[in-house]
């Protein structure tokens, strides 16, 4: 049986051989012996032909019956006509309740033109991932909760880096830009340093050239260079395909992460760096930072990966802005994190009590803030290190439960400190004298978070701007 679009080509094409014979419907008809009418139908693909009628009409116009069933539209207008029926037969459309235009002789191709355009970008529209920020908060959610099932730990990516590693020939210590570029050469990328990048983008990779674009190699705080480079590979090494979903995107963002610090950290050298540091008791995030070269957040976000898949210890992670804001997270521990009714942490102000923010009252910023926190939950032990970008202030804590605090250097601190959020008397209720005077007699004006306004931007991949990614390519692609 054949399809409704494959009849529509068909009429299409039988309409084309009778017109191009100067043959009426009825003068056709009379030649294959069935009515006008009957004729019709078929030519607008509401009938199917049997296959000895079709032979007829070939014979009558001259034409042979491959080349009637040809699934080819016989000229453009026929070809602006089905796609057109095409469209307006979708699901998507009808589900507009908007009447069909009918295709009428009369009707420029201009006008068929402008209709499908407009179909076109419907479709675009439909596809891309108009992710609002609510859907977008329950993907990171869930990201992070299937995560925590697995121990925040991927072999297949752990396994992956470290072979490419031994290919490019990296033994042991800080990867570098060298070998970096080594890596790059064997997936047959060549690294190039430019200062125009979309503002959209980190990064962007020109498949057909073989060529990575970065920003340039002397920007402040250049050593994330070589994780933008792995990460842009990782997508190639991953077998990525553009995001289908906003879901799928922070998938693949996760996973080029993963690949990044794998690189950057493998996992041999950094167990056993881990092993003897426990063995020793002394365990501190900065040591592992100033192992391999990278920074305070990518230590610490990678011993969320092995601390718990090797040594059975339980930890959280979490990054805050200086109003206290988590922007980045990971517990398996336990540690009672503010949520919203989604689930999601991120955004959210944690306890004013905690070390990631007690740490912003430090004095010597240098070393880390050691902390005990009793909690509702029991009490943890926590290392925070800040800094400060062009955005602010920020703090990056990596803490475990209070028996695992053994094994990390800091666990003598005297710091301590009571959290009792959730409950809001905790910190987030102002004590009820402070209240009684004040009430009233204060109007602060609110300091608007432009987050909460911007829709994330759609398009192929969330948050890139198609066009500008691509005008960039067009400036460089020739060069
Ligand atoms: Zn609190």
């Not at 699901?91 to 009447?99: A, M, S, Y």
Request: glycine fraction near 8%; hydrophobic fraction near 35%.
């Amino acid at each position: 049986m054949a399809t409704s679009i494959e009849l529509s080509t068909l009429g299409h094409r039988i309409r084309h051989r009778r017109s191009e014979k100067g043959l009426t419907l009825d003068e056709l008809g009379a030649l294959v012996g069935v009515a006008g009418s009957h004729l019709s139908l078929i030519e607008n693909g509401k009938r199917e032909p049997k296959l000895s009628l079709l032979q007829q009409i070939a014979d009558a116009t001259d034409s042979q019956l491959s080349d009637l069933l040809s699934s080819e539209p016989p000229n453009r207008r026929a070809a602006l006509e089905i796609e057109l029926e095409r469209a307006q037969g979708g699901h998507l459309f009808r589900q507009l309740g908007i009447p069909p235009v009918k295709v009428s002789k009369g009707l420029p191709d201009e006008t068929i033109e402008t209709i499908l355009g407009l179909h076109r970008e419907l479709q675009r529209r439909e596809r891309a991932t108009i992710a609002t920020p609510e859907e977008a908060r329950r993907a990171n959610t869930d990201l992070r909760l299937r995560m925590r099932d697995q121990d925040n730990y991927l072999g297949d990516i752990e396994r992956l880096a470290e072979k490419q590693l031994k290919a490019a020939g990296h033994h042991g210590g800080a990867l570098t830009h060298r070998t970096v570029s080594i890596m790059a050469e064997q997936l047959g990328f060549e690294l190039i340093y430019v200062s125009d990048l979309p503002h959209s983008a980190r990064s962007v990779t020109d498949l057909e050239n073989g060529r990575i674009y970065l920003p340039p190699a002397s920007i402040p705080g250049g050593h994330g260079l070589r994780s933008m480079a792995l990460q842009a590979m990782a997508h190639r090494l991953l077998g990525h395909k553009p995001p289908t979903d906003y879901a799928d995107f922070l998938q693949q963002r996760l996973e080029i992460n993963y690949y990044a610090a794998c690189a950057l950290m493998p996992e041999t050298q950094s167990v056993a760096f881990l092993q003897q540091a426990k063995k020793d008791r002394n365990l501190a995030v900065e040591d592992f930072r100033d192992a391999f070269g990278v920074t305070h957040e990518a230590a610490g976000m990678r011993m969320t990966n092995l601390l718990t898949r090797h040594f059975e210890i339980p930890l959280h992670f979490l990054r805050v802005d200086g109003a206290g804001a988590v922007s980045r997270v990971y517990e398996n521990d336990d540690l009672p994190l503010p949520m919203d009714v989604t689930g999601a942490v991120e955004g959210q102000v944690v306890c004013r009590w905690f070390s990631a923010r007690s740490a912003f009252a430090e004095q010597n910023r240098t070393v880390e803030h050691y902390q005990y926190t009793d909690t509702p939950a029991g009490t943890y032990w926590c290392s925070t290190q800040t800094g400060s970008t062009s955005d602010g202030e920020f703090s990056i804590t990596v803490g475990v439960p209070f028996d695992d605090a053994r094994w990390f250097r800091g666990r003598e601190t005297q710091k301590r400190a009571v959290s009792r959020c959730p409950d809001e008397s905790c910190c987030r209720r102002p004590a009820d004298e402070v209240a009684a005077r004040w009430v009233g007699k204060a109007w602060p004006s609110a300091r608007v978070h432009m987050q909460m306004f911007s829709p994330l931007p759609t398009g192929l991949f969330p948050g890139i701007d198609d066009s500008e990614v691509y005008a960039f390519l067009e400036r460089h692609a020739g060069g």
